[in-house]
């Protein structure tokens, strides 16, 4: 039986580029509103050169003045074209403004749109880097400490006197909340030999004959078959919700009629052709609550992993997510045998 035990949200940050400001503040409200909710943990993607978020952790500390309960975390901060120092001490920063509260979610990969951030940021070698779980564990040594500028330097600072050079401020055990993100075997195995908590998406890549669960549902397998960390492997698994409960006619028909503009250009490949991998989408899980649990309970991957994350599609509304994430808390995921984190008092329907 499919039993889910914690509950995050994901927002793709998207806001309207003639308000930037009035769409960011909304966002962050609706993290505020994720946690009277009860919601474990909330997300925010990072994308550059589009009408969603670039910034996700400097976005994250102004969530973390209205909020404090609520895990926080970017989904996710791809590594390869960062200078890891500065991405160490703003996730620092950012746990000291939300103790114990950042999820450190990272990949070895590259940002969106490389061909055009590559060279900006990376210089002519921009390609030339690793992108492999190696990067990312190369950032996890710097973020404990253990790697220090020129060893054993001794500075000398206006406010400290003469101190050892190290990555301030130190948070101890932050590391420990690192999620690596993929959507390949490869990085399933990597992940769970360095003993990492994994988390994957709503895209895999496989072949199209596995289909997007026979090919999810090998990457969750390497993951579990894999793990080498000391405590229990922790899997988060997004998936699209899309519950009709409050909304009112327009906007469930408009949920029916979704097409995500990432999945429009695929098609799968003719029975008996050569088959490539490819970028395989899942699908969107639409209509009441109870058709909705009936989705989940069939979805032998979300049995598997328990740990799920509620993905808000690109562009909709304020108002939109508030009602999905209010129709999730509400209908969905107690049926499933989840229970809010803390739940505040009074929170409302949108």
Not at 251 to 262: G, H, I, Q, W
Not at 269 to 291: F, K
Request: hydrophobic share 40%; glycine share 10%.
């Amino acid at each position: 039986m499919t039993h889910i035990r914690r509950l995050d949200f994901l927002t793709p940050g998207s806001f309207d580029p003639r308000e930037p400001a009035r769409g960011i503040r909304q966002h962050v409200e609706l993290f505020r509103y994720a946690e009277t909710l009860g919601y474990d943990g909330g997300w925010v993607r990072q994308r550059h050169l589009e009408s969603n978020l670039p910034t996700a952790l400097l976005f994250l500390a102004g969530v973390a003045t209205v909020t404090s309960r609520i895990e926080l975390g970017p989904c996710v901060l791809p590594l390869a074209l960062e200078n890891l120092w500065r991405v160490a001490e703003e996730f620092s920063v950012l746990d000291a403004l939300a103790p114990g509260r950042v999820n450190v979610g990272i990949s070895g990969g590259y940002p969106v749109h490389p061909e055009l951030l590559g060279p900006l940021w990376g210089g002519a070698d921009w390609d030339k880097g690793s992108t492999s779980v190696a990067r990312a564990l190369e950032f996890l040594d710097i973020l404990r400490g253990d790697v220090v500028p020129a060893g054993d330097t001794v500075i000398v600072s206006p406010t400290d006197g003469a101190v050892p050079a190290r990555l301030q401020p130190v948070r101890p055990g932050l590391d420990r909340r690192a999620w690596y993100a993929g959507v390949t075997r490869g990085s399933a195995l990597e992940a769970a030999r360095a003993g990492l908590a994994y988390t994957t998406a709503i895209m895999t890549r496989g072949r199209p004959s596995e289909g997007f669960f026979g090919a999810q549902q090998a990457i969750v397998d390497n993951y579990f078959g894999n793990f080498r960390g000391e405590g229990e492997p922790h899997l988060l698994l997004g998936r699209t919700l899309l519950p009709t409960d409050s909304a009112d006619r327009p906007t469930a028909e408009k949920y029916s009629s979704r097409v995500d503009p990432r999945r429009a250009g695929y098609r799968a490949q003719p029975a008996g052709s050569i088959e490539e991998v490819e970028t395989l989408p899942s699908p969107d899980y639409v209509g009441p609550s109870d058709r909705i649990v009936e989705l989940l309970a069939a979805d032998p991957i979300v049995s598997a992993a328990g740990e799920l994350r509620v993905e808000l599609p690109y562009g909709y509304s304020f108002d939109e997510n508030r009602q999905i994430l209010h129709d999730v808390a509400e209908y969905v995921a107690p049926q499933l045998g989840w229970t809010p984190a803390n739940r505040a008092v009074g929170a409302t329907a949108p």
